[in-house]
């Protein structure tokens, strides 16, 4: 009799087989996933309620099926282990797994999209960096208070605080910690609250793993969204994922698809190279998969902690000016305020702000042209692959004809149609 699968809400896989009336052996896989060398999962055998055997392991490796069956048959003893053999336990693990990546990923269906002729505005959880369904990243240099930012995101979405925004109620929000104690994370919940005109004993769902990585806990935190109507997980932060070196760009996707997969809007925080607070560190994977990006960028002078929040990437979303904003912080005690801030606030708010590939490509064409991928990389110390996707994709260059092996670039304009022609 063949296999039916049930796909549960944290995305595990189920199969039940009836050995009698009242006995289901019971095949599960969770934390399914494609490595480089195929497809790894956490499989466990149950016997109704009483579990025989687990392990996680490549799904495709005949030995390790053959080891997890054999010890989960030893576990049945009595008539039932006459009755269901170890040639059997194998065979029904083997079509368990030979069709679990087909049931795990192939449940997207292909349907005909037609175009939204009463398009609605985003539903925003937190206008405008945070919305339902997506994915954000705020990243910013190290200690340079996007923890507070998160927090303050936090208690606004919870007690729909409109001190520093405009906020849904629908949906609670989910503190996710990583980084601090959780004695630390209440000791700012006050501040932060009474830096929002709440009671400092207000509360916000939080989900302490110090010492623990986002894949430790991400099944906990699937459970809290089912449980809790969770409509908004807080992360901090990404650097504490632990699914991999971040600068992987299978490492980025892992991280990116764990929290879409959640199912609810995200906001992850992030951390910038030393160095260099243009990007956020790691594969350029975490950029492309996040729908909003949030650049924080602070100065501090006395007990102030100027903050500018720019949205540097924002899917479907209309141009949002930056905001800038004054953290007051009690010597003591941590913050006591927030509020706006001005421009004149800022000493070096854009003096070191790096230009985009964009901007370098075209200053350089303008002084160099004709020139190729390889000149302007060589020229800007850049990445020629990126570069020479930007030409490509880019209507504002054109190309000129060759004098040899590689393609020469130039400005789409008169002065290019010149040098065209010359």
């Not at 499989?43 to 309620?49: F, G, Q, S």
């Not at 049931?103 to 997207?108: A, F, H, W």
């Not at 729909?160 to 949906?171: I, N």
Request: charged share 20%.
């Amino acid at each position: 009799m063949p296999l039916t699968y049930e796909r549960r809400n944290d995305d595990s896989i189920l199969s039940r087989i009836a050995l009698d009336e009242s006995t289901v052996f019971i095949l599960h896989a969770a934390d399914i996933r494609r490595e480089r060398t195929g497809v790894h999962a956490c499989v466990t055998l149950v016997l109704n309620e009483t579990i025989l055997a687990y392990d996680t392991f490549n799904v495709g490796r005949s030995e390790e099926r053959i080891r997890l069956a054999n010890a989960a048959h030893k576990m049945l003893g009595g008539p039932l282990a006459d009755q269901y053999s170890p040639n059997l336990v194998r065979h029904d693990l083997d079509i368990f797994c030979a069709a679990l990546w087909r049931e795990y990923s192939g449940r997207t269906p292909v349907v005909v999209a037609f175009g939204d002729a009463n398009p609605t505005p985003p539903d925003f959880a937190l206008i405008p960096y945070i919305v339902r369904g997506a994915g954000t990243v705020l990243f910013g240099p190290p200690d340079q208070g996007k923890s507070w930012t998160a927090m303050l995101m936090a208690a606004s979405i919870e007690h729909g605080a409109p001190h520093l925004w405009q906020t849904a109620g629908e949906g609670r929000p989910l503190f996710v910690n990583l980084e601090r104690s959780a004695a630390s994370v209440t000791r700012r919940l006050a501040r932060v609250n009474l830096a929002l005109g709440l009671d400092q004993a207000a509360g916000l769902l939080c989900l302490h793993g110090r010492g623990k990585s986002l894949s430790d806990v991400i099944d906990e935190v699937r459970r809290a969204i089912h449980e809790l109507s969770i409509g908004v997980v807080l992360l901090d932060s990404i650097s504490r994922a632990g699914m991999g070196d971040l600068t992987e760009n299978g490492t980025a996707n892992r991280i990116i698809d764990s929290l879409n997969g959640l199912g609810v809007a995200w906001l992850g925080i992030a951390h910038a190279p030393r160095g260099d607070a243009s990007h956020m560190y790691g594969s350029v994977m975490q950029e492309a998969g996040a729908d909003i990006i949030v650049k924080q960028t602070t100065e501090r002078r006395d007990n102030h902690l100027y903050v500018a929040l720019e949205i540097t990437k924002a899917n479907d979303l209309p141009h949002v000016p930056r905001q800038l904003l004054s953290y007051t912080f009690d010597p003591d005690y941590g913050l006591s305020a927030v509020g706006d801030a001005r421009a004149s606030d800022f000493q070096d708010l854009d003096a070191n702000k790096k230009p985009t590939l964009y901007q370098q490509v075209v200053a350089y064409l303008r002084d160099a042209q004709p020139a190729t991928a390889t000149d302007i990389a060589d020229g800007i110390n850049g990445n020629r692959t990126n570069i020479s996707h930007l030409l490509n994709g880019d209507n504002s260059f054109v190309r000129l004809p060759r004098t040899g092996h590689e393609q020469p670039w130039g400005l789409a304009g008169k002065d290019t149609v010149a040098l065209g022609n010359s």
